[in-house]
Nanobody, 119 residues
Framework: QVQLVESGGGLVQPGGSLRLSCVAS????????MGWYRQAPGKQRELVAS???????KYGDSVKGRCTISRDNAEKTVWLQMTGLKPEDTAAYYC?????????????WGQGTQVTVSS
């Protein structure tokens, strides 16, 4: 069983930067897809960025050009570097790891880390 712990959230001024980290523990497979999602109050959870085992990345339209996702399988970690933050980026950010294959199926979420963008 994989467990995920996020860190790096906080209060930042508009235009600022943050780097979120998510560390996996337990049985982690490098074949998984790792990603970041966010959910603001009253809104649906949305994709921020994801990265496959082959390091193919995908970004949500609202963050394209402002975020970079990366991973290190040896460290069981995925990062989300965010720049040019806007008040509308304020949300709880959740780490996700999943795999659906002939070998294994799992879909795990972290507890979330809050990002608040405000002056």
């Amino acid at each position: 069983q994989v467990q995920l712990v996020e860190s790096g959230g906080g209060l930042v001024q508009p235009g600022g930067s943050l780097r979120l980290s998510c560390v996996a523990s337990g049985t982690f497979f490098s074949t998984s897809t790792m990603g970041w999602y966010r959910q603001a109050p009253g809104k649906q959870r949305e994709l921020v960025a994801s990265i496959t085992a082959d390091e193919i990345t995908k970004y949500g339209d609202s963050v394209k050009g402002r975020c970079t996702i990366s991973r290190d399988n040896a460290e069981k970690t995925v990062w989300l570097q965010m720049t040019g933050l806007k008040p509308e980026d304020t949300a709880a950010y959740y780490c996700n790891v999943y795999e659906y294959s002939s070998l294994r199926n799992y879909d795990v979420w972290g507890q979330g880390t809050q990002v608040t963008v405000s002056s």
